[in-house]
């Protein structure tokens, strides 16, 4: 029997993952904030970059203004779509784990499907799932965006909290309510779970 071609052969030349860890001494790992919009997910994801920063690890954000406005520029809200934008981001935070980089990814994902579809793509021991369970009350008084006052006017269609359900996650690593915690608090809570599975090397 004719052995199968390499149809990849770059992947063969390619640094290996470990090669990348150890020239960042750090391991690769996805932390994946969930939650409502105005939950607090980015605002954490930036102050616990910043932290990440000042102990020499590398990390890179993903978030909806720099992925929407990019990679996933053109795709709608449709149930279709949304599992697309997913889907993508799931790949992108894969290969920059895998390059031995702590991506943190903020997005609603509001279903669990969805949230465990990214897992399998990442890989389940890459991944760290936060809940940023800040309650809709909360969030709606905060509306930064103002996307609450138009999804109430029916302005925004499927907007999550408000026509659009959220599955609020079975087992997240962490949860967190933002209502009476400061910023400072919450990326300490996130730091005592990623700090092991990165710097063991």
Known sequence: ???????????????????KE?????????????????????????ALERRLSQQGIFSRILDGDNIRTGINRGLGFSEEERRENIRRIAEVSKLFTETGIVTLSAFVSPTNELREMAREIIGKEDFVEI????????CERRDVKGLYA????????????????????????????????????AV??????IIPKIKHI
């Open 1 to 19: 029997m004719k052995q199968q071609e390499n149809i990849h052969p770059i992947f063969d030349k390619m640094e290996s993952r470990e090669e």
């Open 22 to 46: 150890q020239q960042l001494r750090q391991r690769g790992l996805t932390v994946w904030f969930t939650g409502l919009s105005g939950s607090g997910k980015s605002t954490i994801a930036v």
């Open 131 to 138: 809940f940023v369970a800040t309650p809709l009350e909360e």
């Open 150 to 185: 138009k999804a109430r006017r029916g302005e925004i269609k499927d907007f999550t909290g408000i026509t659009s359900p959220f599955e609020a996650p079975e087992s997240p690593a962490l949860a967190i309510d933002t209502t009476n915690l400061t910023v400072e608090e």
């Open 188 to 193: 300490e809570r996130v730091l005592e779970i």
